[in-house]
Protein backbone atom coordinates (compact mmCIF):
# COMPACT_ATOMS: atom_id res chain seq x y z
CA UNK A 1 0.00 0.00 0.00
CA UNK A 2 1.21 3.21 -0.68
CA UNK A 3 1.85 6.10 1.10
CA UNK A 4 -1.39 7.86 -1.24
CA UNK A 5 -3.98 4.82 -0.32
CA UNK A 6 -2.74 5.16 3.59
CA UNK A 7 -3.65 8.62 3.65
CA UNK A 8 -7.13 7.57 1.88
CA UNK A 9 -8.34 4.89 3.74
CA UNK A 10 -6.92 6.32 7.35
CA UNK A 11 -4.47 3.55 7.75
CA UNK A 12 -1.56 3.61 9.99
CA UNK A 13 2.06 5.05 8.50
CA UNK A 14 4.30 2.38 9.90
CA UNK A 15 2.30 -0.60 9.11
CA UNK A 16 -0.62 0.23 6.27
CA UNK A 17 -2.93 -2.03 8.37
CA UNK A 18 -4.42 -0.08 11.51
CA UNK A 19 -6.63 2.04 11.40
CA UNK A 20 -6.00 5.58 12.60
CA UNK A 21 -9.67 6.97 13.70
CA UNK A 22 -12.10 4.87 15.68
CA UNK A 23 -14.63 6.50 14.22
CA UNK A 24 -15.83 9.08 11.40
CA UNK A 25 -17.83 11.39 13.37
CA UNK A 26 -21.25 12.54 12.09
CA UNK A 27 -21.67 16.19 11.34
CA UNK A 28 -25.80 16.10 11.92
CA UNK A 29 -25.52 14.03 15.23
CA UNK A 30 -22.69 16.69 16.48
CA UNK A 31 -21.07 13.93 17.28
CA UNK A 32 -16.59 14.33 15.99
CA UNK A 33 -14.24 11.55 15.09
CA UNK A 34 -12.37 9.40 17.73
CA UNK A 35 -8.96 8.68 17.01
CA UNK A 36 -6.60 5.98 18.13
CA UNK A 37 -3.75 6.78 20.42
CA UNK A 38 -1.68 4.07 19.41
CA UNK A 39 -1.94 1.81 16.25
CA UNK A 40 -4.20 -1.21 17.24
CA UNK A 41 -1.81 -3.79 14.87
CA UNK A 42 1.74 -2.07 15.77
CA UNK A 43 1.79 -0.03 18.52
CA UNK A 44 2.42 3.10 16.46
CA UNK A 45 2.02 6.46 18.66
CA UNK A 46 -0.11 8.77 16.48
CA UNK A 47 -0.03 12.13 18.51
CA UNK A 48 4.01 12.03 19.63
CA UNK A 49 3.74 15.44 22.13
CA UNK A 50 0.87 17.16 23.25
CA UNK A 51 -0.47 19.65 20.94
CA UNK A 52 1.01 17.93 17.77
CA UNK A 53 -1.97 18.50 16.10
CA UNK A 54 -2.35 21.96 16.03
CA UNK A 55 -0.25 22.10 12.48
CA UNK A 56 -2.58 19.74 11.32
CA UNK A 57 -4.65 22.93 10.97
CA UNK A 58 -2.68 24.43 8.36
CA UNK A 59 -2.79 21.38 6.39
CA UNK A 60 -6.82 21.57 7.21
CA UNK A 61 -6.88 25.43 5.67
CA UNK A 62 -5.46 24.28 2.67
CA UNK A 63 -7.71 21.38 2.23
CA UNK A 64 -10.03 24.30 2.24
CA UNK A 65 -9.07 26.71 0.00
CA UNK A 66 -8.48 23.89 -2.62
CA UNK A 67 -12.39 22.45 -2.37
CA UNK A 68 -13.62 26.27 -1.89
CA UNK A 69 -11.84 27.62 -4.59
CA UNK A 70 -12.54 24.41 -6.80
CA UNK A 71 -16.25 25.22 -5.72
CA UNK A 72 -16.02 28.34 -7.19
CA UNK A 73 -14.63 28.09 -10.02
CA UNK A 74 -17.30 25.17 -10.70
CA UNK A 75 -20.17 27.83 -9.65
CA UNK A 76 -19.28 31.25 -10.95
CA UNK A 77 -20.52 30.80 -14.61
CA UNK A 78 -23.67 29.01 -13.07
CA UNK A 79 -24.95 31.55 -9.99
CA UNK A 80 -24.55 35.48 -10.69
CA UNK A 81 -25.46 35.99 -7.18
CA UNK A 82 -22.70 36.97 -4.88
CA UNK A 83 -24.87 35.97 -1.72
CA UNK A 84 -26.25 32.67 -3.38
CA UNK A 85 -21.98 31.79 -3.68
CA UNK A 86 -21.27 32.79 -0.74
CA UNK A 87 -24.24 30.62 0.93
CA UNK A 88 -23.35 27.69 -0.91
CA UNK A 89 -19.57 27.82 -0.46
CA UNK A 90 -20.31 28.20 3.66
CA UNK A 91 -22.43 25.32 3.50
CA UNK A 92 -20.12 22.79 2.06
CA UNK A 93 -17.08 24.32 4.16
CA UNK A 94 -19.41 23.31 6.89
CA UNK A 95 -20.42 19.85 5.37
CA UNK A 96 -16.88 18.65 4.53
CA UNK A 97 -15.87 19.81 8.22
CA UNK A 98 -15.33 16.36 9.66
CA UNK A 99 -13.74 14.73 5.95
CA UNK A 100 -11.12 17.85 6.01
CA UNK A 101 -10.22 17.24 10.06
CA UNK A 102 -9.68 13.35 9.51
CA UNK A 103 -7.86 13.99 6.33
CA UNK A 104 -5.73 16.62 7.84
CA UNK A 105 -4.67 14.89 10.88
CA UNK A 106 -3.98 11.70 8.95
CA UNK A 107 -1.89 13.90 6.22
CA UNK A 108 -0.03 15.33 9.16
CA UNK A 109 0.72 11.78 10.59
CA UNK A 110 2.43 10.42 7.52
CA UNK A 111 4.46 14.01 7.09
CA UNK A 112 6.05 13.11 10.34
CA UNK A 113 6.27 9.99 10.43
CA UNK A 114 9.68 8.25 11.53
Known amino acids: MTN ?3 IVHGK ?3 CKIGKIF ?3 GNLFLLKEPKMH ?3 TNCGYRFEKEPGYFIGSL ?6 A ?3 LL ?4 IINPIINSVYWIL ?3 ITVLILLSFFNFRNARTIWIYIFQT
Not at 70 to 73: P, V
Open 4 to 6: FQG
Open 12 to 14: CPK
Open 22 to 24: ESK
Open 37 to 39: SHC
Open 58 to 63: YVSYGL
Open 65 to 67: VAE
Open 70 to 73: TLFI
Open 87 to 89: SIM
